[in-house]
């Protein structure tokens, strides 16, 4: 199975939707994904992402599923508590770097200024959601990996939803530092990240990354990579 990720296009977070310029590059990520398959599109509640989402959901004729869980991620500290500046993620990551900390050793996290975040609750929820999910997909999980359950021989699927919530749902999917991914991929407007797992009933599979926070689609670029 694959699974397609997709970040928003440009946003009017103000008003939750798409920017006349964020609508082009939905219809540019449409355009590139029309041919790959899909055969089931989900989102994030949040309008931006909804609208990235129906554009495809139009030129393949597929519904459009909602993913609540999928929503973007709420941080900053806690009630009585502080944080780095406004607890952003992004900023957050790029702090603890300043100061010398390895983003592969979630251990700075547990201390001041850091640890108060509310954005540790967000992981905790996506990661729980996302493995109920999974399930309905038919993978399992097992300690960190997946046990393959259902039938998924050359199923491709695409979610559509936030630079924080899929940054999230990599982190748990991969088993990786959500911090440091933060980092390592920091997805452009409808950038397209793929991962794919093992179809064979019963295997123990782990997501493999073939493409990460592609953007070609909007940058001019040759965007005739096979996904």
């Known amino acids: 199975?694959?699974?397609?990720?997709?970040?928003?296009?440009?946003?009017?977070?103000?008003?939750?939707?798409?920017?006349?310029?964020?609508?082009?590059?939905?219809?540019?990520?449409?355009?590139?994904l029309k041919d790959e398959g899909i055969e089931e599109?989900?989102?994030?509640?949040?309008?931006?992402?909804?609208?990235?989402a129906q554009h495809t959901a139009d030129l393949i004729s597929k519904d459009v599923r909602i993913l609540d869980f999928m929503h973007e991620l709420k941080w900053g500290a806690k009630e009585n508590t502080t944080v780095y500046g406004e607890g952003h993620p992004w900023d957050?990551?790029?702090?603890?770097?300043?100061?010398?900390?390895?983003?592969?050793d979630e251990e700075w996290t547990k201390k001041e200024p850091f640890c108060n975040n509310v954005?540790?609750?967000?992981?905790?929820?996506?990661?729980?959601?996302?493995?109920?999910?999974?399930?309905?997909?038919?993978?399992?999980?097992?300690?960190?990996?997946?046990?393959?359950?259902?039938?998924?021989?050359?199923?491709?699927i695409a979610l559509y939803s936030h630079g924080g919530s899929s940054s999230a749902?990599?982190?748990?999917?991969?088993?990786?530092?959500?911090?440091?991914?933060?980092?390592?991929?920091?997805?452009?407007?409808?950038?397209?990240?793929?991962?794919s797992l093992s179809d064979e009933m019963g295997a123990i599979t782990t997501p493999q990354i073939e493409?990460?926070?592609?953007?070609?689609?909007?940058?001019?670029g040759n965007a005739t990579y096979e996904m």
Not at 126 to 139: H, I, N, Q, R, S
């Open 211 to 220: 493409l990460a926070n592609d953007s070609r689609h909007i940058k001019g």
């Open 92 to 104: 957050t990551s790029l702090y603890a770097l300043s100061l010398g900390y390895s983003l592969m």
């Open 1 to 32: 199975m694959k699974i397609i990720l997709v970040r928003h296009g440009h946003p009017d977070y103000v008003n939750d939707c798409l920017t006349p310029l964020g609508h082009e590059q939905a219809k540019s990520a449409a355009l590139r």
């Open 41 to 52: 599109i989900f989102t994030s509640p949040y309008g931006r992402a909804m609208e990235t």
């Open 119 to 156: 954005v540790f609750d967000e992981l905790e929820r996506v990661a729980a959601e996302c493995d109920k999910w999974m399930e309905t997909l038919g993978y399992k999980r097992e300690g960190a990996n997946y046990r393959v359950v259902g039938d998924n021989t050359n199923r491709t």
């Open 169 to 195: 749902l990599l982190s748990h999917l991969l088993n990786l530092p959500f911090f440091y991914l933060c980092r390592a991929i920091c997805p452009d407007f409808t950038a397209i990240t793929v991962l």
